[in-house]
Nanobody, 123 residues
Framework: QVQLVESGGGLVQAGGSLRLSCAAS????????MAWFRQAPGKEREFVAA????????YYADSVKGRFTISRDNAKNMVYLRMNSLRPEDTAVYYC????????????????WGQGTQVTVSS
């Protein structure tokens, strides 16, 4: 029911900023909880941020609190992740995900996934 496509990744110097975008297609996009996960080389996928369907409630991993901001524009079927003060350890493939039930940090709870966009932060 939902297709997700990420964009906005790239190469950035430490301390720089990027905004990732997730374009969603589907008739019930507005009712989905949306989230961002990331996966670094040799590591498992980890939770980054999530946002409720109405865009009011948000949740962040401790590693990105104060630096990253998740937002959504339901009229445009878009979800965003603004990343500031980037660090080399933020280097990963970033994935957009959708959940039909609730906000959760568990990747297996999410029903739909994008293909990912690469973020590389140089020292």
């Amino acid at each position: 029911q939902v297709q997700l496509v990420e964009s906005g990744g790239g190469l950035v110097q430490a301390g720089g900023s990027l905004r990732l975008s997730c374009a969603a297609s589907g008739r019930t996009f507005r009712t989905y909880v949306m989230a961002w996960f990331r996966q670094a080389p040799g590591k498992e996928r980890e939770f980054v941020a999530a946002i409720s369907w109405e865009g009011i409630s948000t949740y962040y991993a401790d590693s990105v609190k104060g630096r990253f901001t998740i937002s959504r524009d339901n009229a445009k079927n878009m979800v965003y992740l603004r990343m500031n003060s980037l660090r080399p350890e933020d280097t990963a493939v970033y994935y957009c995900a959708a959940d039909t039930s609730k906000i959760t940090t568990m990747d297996y709870e999410y029903d739909y996934w994008g293909q990912g966009t690469q973020v590389t932060v140089s020292s």
